[in-house]
């Protein structure tokens, strides 16, 4: 079992940042793979990012450039630095931890969220 809480979320200008945070107990994170995504009233949720177990990352279209995801092992917390950011970026923001167990099943856990609010 996984616990993972997000901080870093706020109240921000257009053209600021905002460094989000994924903390992890029960587990370690380095064996997940972790999904950042964020969801805007009346919107689906949407993934922004991804950063493997390895390291490797990939970006949505709408943020690429402008948000950098990586992983901290020794504090077993992964970050999202939001550069950059626009009024259509505000959004609950949330984390995700899967892997796949040594009996080939998925196992995924969810954060609480943050909120994420850039004004123009």
């Known amino acids: 079992q996984v616990q993972l809480v997000e901080s870093g979320g706020g109240l921000v200008q257009a053209g600021g940042s905002l460094r989000l945070s994924c903390a992890a107990s029960?587990?370690?994170?380095?064996?997940?793979?972790i999904g950042w995504y964020r969801q805007a009233p009346g919107k689906q949720r949407e993934l922004v990012a991804t950063?493997?177990?390895?390291?490797?990352?990939n970006y949505a279209d709408s943020v690429k450039g402008r948000f950098t995801t990586s992983r901290d092992n020794a504090k077993n917390t992964v970050y999202l630095q939001m550069n950059s950011l626009k009024p259509e970026d505000t959004a609950v923001y949330y984390c995700?931890?899967?892997?796949?167990?040594?009996?080939?099943?998925?196992?995924?856990?969810w954060g609480q969220g943050t909120q994420v609010t850039v004004s123009s």
């Open positions: 029960g587990s370690t994170l380095s064996i997940y793979a």
């Open positions: 950063i493997g177990s390895g390291g490797s990352t």
């Open positions: 995700n931890a899967g892997r796949t167990t040594s009996v080939g099943q998925w196992r995924s856990y």
